[in-house]
């Protein structure tokens, strides 16, 4: 693997948990009761941060840093509307339903659901889903990086 995409990756990890904890202080500043279940929930924050470094780097290896502002706040809104954090996605239910549960974003959000509710048996499988895009979309940015490097 290119040093280059270690250097990047890597210190991306531990920033990303620190956001999570940042959101989860000021969740509980608003009202979220403290339990062993927000530690659950970062826990399983891993995956998707994992999966948005992989976006990250794919992005940065096809993209140019102008096209990264746009293209940034595409993927953000578009995450955010396809999984079902906004709204349940039972009320639009059908082929949106469906196309959401084929992405790893409703996953994401159901497996900080099912943490911060102490219902954790459901959360490996929505794992999976996630660790699954994070894996592929990875290796696809590692590959055209080494192309653009090479190009």
Request: aromatic share 10%; glycine share 8%.
């Amino acid at each position: 693997m290119h040093k280059t995409i270690i250097n990047t990756t890597f210190p991306l990890l531990p920033f990303a948990m620190f956001q999570c904890a940042v959101c989860f202080v000021t969740a509980i500043i608003v009202g979220l009761s403290v339990s062993v279940n927000i530690l659950i929930a970062i826990i399983a924050l891993i995956p998707v941060s994992l999966l948005f470094i992989s976006i990250g780097l794919l992005m940065g290896s096809v993209l140019s840093s102008n096209q990264m502002n746009g293209a940034g706040a595409i993927l953000t809104n578009g995450a955010l509307w396809l999984s079902g954090a906004l709204f349940p996605l039972d009320t639009i239910g059908g082929a949106f339903k469906t196309v959401c549960y084929a992405l790893p974003f409703v996953h994401s959000v159901d497996m900080v659901k099912y943490a911060l509710s102490e219902n954790n048996s459901p959360i490996l499988s929505h794992v999976w889903w996630v660790l699954g895009y994070a894996v592929i979309i990875f290796i696809i940015a590692v590959i055209l990086f080494k192309k653009k490097m090479k190009g």
